[in-house]
Each structure stands twice: as structure tokens, then as C-alpha cells.
């Protein structure tokens, strides 16, 4: 019996659509989850819009077990990310005492004035949680099954490192991969019949293309190591057949 | 009097999701639409699954202009988007004769078997018009507003080049970008007063974090040149002022 744990991603912010900055965070958290043996289901990327905001985490906490929001959390005036999770869940978007002292605190240290913009990044959904930031000190937030945390990739990561110990993990997917040196046209009928054999399996051929030619790599993913090497070998020794 | 085209993107695969691989697409095609003019709403990634695939086609499809996937029209077992799109249009998927055509001649001059499996490369929805592939001949295809593309990016690559001429342009983004040596806690207030005063701009605050601090880059964006330059030139005398 596995156990399956689900979630889902919402990369939030105009940058990333435009084109301006390339995501680095959906392969770091995909490979984060994956090796605790949390499912990634859906990924959305949606714009500093908060109708957009809303609707994607109220279709996606409801779905999945967890939910994680990067971007859109910090002093400016686009980041509204506190503002639509609250207003996704229903409850106000308030000044939270701990943070507003504790950036109170590092700003004072700092010699720095505790600006209005700066103090916006103590505001949080009413009953949220705080996601420690060991970087730069504004706290992202869980509340429910959805964590909020920065799209700065070093911040993300590692307020990432703070939340992954507090999550529920399942029966870890486990993967072997067989390299082939044939394109998917000659081995997608006999590794399709492979599949069938192999219903607790996944099965995927992901074709390469470079020198002017297809290759192709066969990857099964399986939550038992007996179903998962029963499936391996079979490939395996199609592969060895057809490239003979 | 802008014209607005908007555009969203489906990206199927499990091999995105489990991180596996690593997708280079959206940025691709981010930057692509931009330069045309096109705006990008929303991306979505998906598994390799028939409902989820369908859902997140029906959903993008009506909402904006024109919808592009990639990922999942190969010749093996898990390429379901051919089928996945038809349903989502409540037509058949069948073999087209153009492509089946195509494939069976371009095999037999490379004295290669058309299995079962490339068969499947020809397997499209009614309807549906080619998106020629000048680098492995199998086609993707357009059914209405949404463009189906391979998810290998010198195939998908090639594909935009043919698809982007055909497609209507809107008046082009401008953006225009000022670097900022603070945080955004000290440009915050400022930068959000100078966004109230440009409605017709949309300005964007993008940190960075290196050699233990933060900077900034303020990016404006506008249709108008003269609505772009106008918050560019506030914003450079703001970050002057602040920076003395």
C-alpha cells in the first residue's frame, strides 16, 4: 500500500511571462519533491494580477495535498501575493506582530529606516504561519496546505529547506533509466506492449536530438523496487534486441 | 487606440514535473511573443494525462487569443496530446493523409520501416492544419486558436519560426529598465507613488541578491513611447535622489 502525496506549484509574476527572467525555481522544487516522494502535479505560472492570483491557488489547494506559491512577496507595490492568498482564503491581510518586531529589530541593527514599503513584508493572511528566511529575514507564510515563499532563487531555496521537514512524504517514486540508441519510431510499439504488461509502472521515452539524429532515453518510474526492475529489465533487453 | 493579443501555454509532460528535465521552452517562447507584441498571460504544466491535458486546453483556449502547447506528439505509448486535443475539441482524431503521406515517404527514403508507431506521428485532430517540422519532418498542428508543437526545442524552436508569421501582432510591449543600487524596502514608497501617477505603464521592481545584498532593477513597461519615457525619466530621478 503507497502512500501518495500530491502538490502543486504557482509561480507568480509578470517577469517570468515576459520573457525578462527565466524561472529557476519549478526544477529546483520538482527535483526537491521527487526525491522525498512528493507527487508535483500541475505548475502554473500566472501574472502580478490578483483575479489570476486567486483563482489559480483556490483551483489548486483544493486539489492537492500541498501547495507552494513563489514570488510576489516582497516591499513593491506589484507584490500583492499576501493580499490574494488572504483574499483566496477568505480572512484579512494584516500586519503580523512577530514579523513587523523582528524586521523592526533588523532594520534597526542594519542602521536602516523601517520604511512603509519595508513594513509591508510583515503583512500575512490572518493565521498564517511564518516560513523562517535565514537570508533576508522577511518571512514567507504557510497557511492551510499553502506555502508562500519568495521568488529570489536563494531565498526560495532556502526557505525550502525550512518547510521540507514539515511535510507529509509518501512512498518515494522510484526511476531507472535505459539509454537507447534508437529514435521512438522503432521502439514505441514494442515499449508500449511493455506497458501494458506493466500497469504499475510509468513509462516514458524521451527523445534527444542531436548530430542530425534521435536517440532516445526509457525511463520507468515505480513506488516498488520489484515492479520497477521487472519493467527495467524487459526494456532493457528490448532495447538490446532492436539495436542488435 | 493598442491592440491586445494575448497568449497562453500548456506544457505536457511528466518529465518537467518530476524534474527529470528541464524545461526550455517557456522562457523560448516568452521572449518570442513579447518581441511580436503578443502578451503571455499564463503558462501551465501538465502530466502526461488525457483529462488533465484536456481541462487545461479548454480552460486557455477561450480565454485568450491564441493558446500553444508542446510536449507529447512522438510516436510512443505516453504521446497523448494528439487525442488529448481532439477530444478537448469534440472531434475525431484520425490519420491524416497529408502527414501519413509525408512520413511514409520520408521513411522509405531512409530505408526505415513505417511501424505502428511513426504511423501514430500522423494521428491528428479533424480539421487540423500542419505546422511543418523542418527538422524531423513529423508535423505539429493548429486547430483553431491552439498550436501544437513538439517538446524537443530544435523541433519546437523550428515550428515557432512557422507559426509566427502567421500569427496577429498587437502594439508591442515596450520596456525600458533602471538599475537601482538599493533594496526595494528604501525605492518601495517612492516607486509605487511614481506608479500611481502612470496608470498607463505597468512598473515592475525585480531584486536581486549577491555578495550579500540587495539591488534592484526597475523595469517600466508601456505601449506608448511616451508613457514608457516619461515613468522611465521619474524613475531615474527617483533612484538618483534615493542613491545620493
Known amino acids: 500500500m503507497s502512500a501518495i502525496v500530491t502538490a502543486a506549484m504557482v509561480v507568480i509574476g509578470d517577469e517570468i ?20 516522494g512528493i507527487d508535483l ?8 494580477e490578483e483575479d489570476e492570483i486567486v483563482a489559480a491557488v483556490n483551483a489548486l489547494r483544493e486539489r492537492y495535498t500541498y501547495l507552494f506559491t513563489t514570488g510576489g512577496i516582497g516591499p513593491t507595490h506589484d507584490d500583492i501575493t499576501a493580499d490574494a492568498i488572504a483574499r483566496a482564503f477568505g480572512v484579512p491581510c494584516e500586519y503580523d506582530s ?11 541593527a542594519r542602521g536602516l529606516e523601517f520604511t512603509e514599503a519595508r513594513k509591508r ?3 500575512m493572511p490572518e493565521g498564517a504561519e511564518h516560513i523562517a528566511n535565514p537570508v533576508s529575514t522577511a518571512p514567507g507564510f504557510r497557511i492551510g496546505n499553502v ?16 518547510v521540507l521537514p514539515t511535510l507529509h512524504t509518501g512512498t518515494k517514486m522510484l526511476s531507472a533509466m535505459v539509454p537507447c540508441p534508437l529514435g521512438e519510431g522503432v521502439i514505441g510499439g514494442p515499449l508500449a506492449e511493455i506497458q501494458k504488461r506493466h500497469p504499475d509502472t510509468i513509462i516514458g521515452s ?10 532516445t532515453e526509457l525511463v520507468v518510474r515505480a513506488r516498488s523496487p520489484e515492479a520497477l526492475e521487472a519493467a527495467r529489465a524487459e526494456i532493457e533487453k528490448m532495447v538490446a534486441e532492436l539495436a542488435a
Chains 1, 2 share one sequence.
Open 17 to 36: 511571462l515576459s520573457g525578462r527572467t527565466q524561472d529557476r525555481n519549478i526544477g529546483y522544487l520538482a527535483t526537491l519533491l521527487t526525491a522525498a
Open 41 to 48: 502535479k500541475e505548475v502554473r505560472i500566472v501574472p502580478d
Open 98 to 108: 512577530k514579523a513587523y518586531a523582528m524586521l523592526e529589530a533588523t532594520y534597526a
Open 121 to 123: 513584508m510583515a503583512r
Open 147 to 162: 506555502h508562500v515563499m519568495a521568488g529570489v532563487p536563494a531565498v526560495f531555496q532556502a526557505m525550502m529547506d525550512n
Open 206 to 215: 524521451y527523445p534527444k536530438f542531436g548530430e542530425g539524429r534521435f536517440s
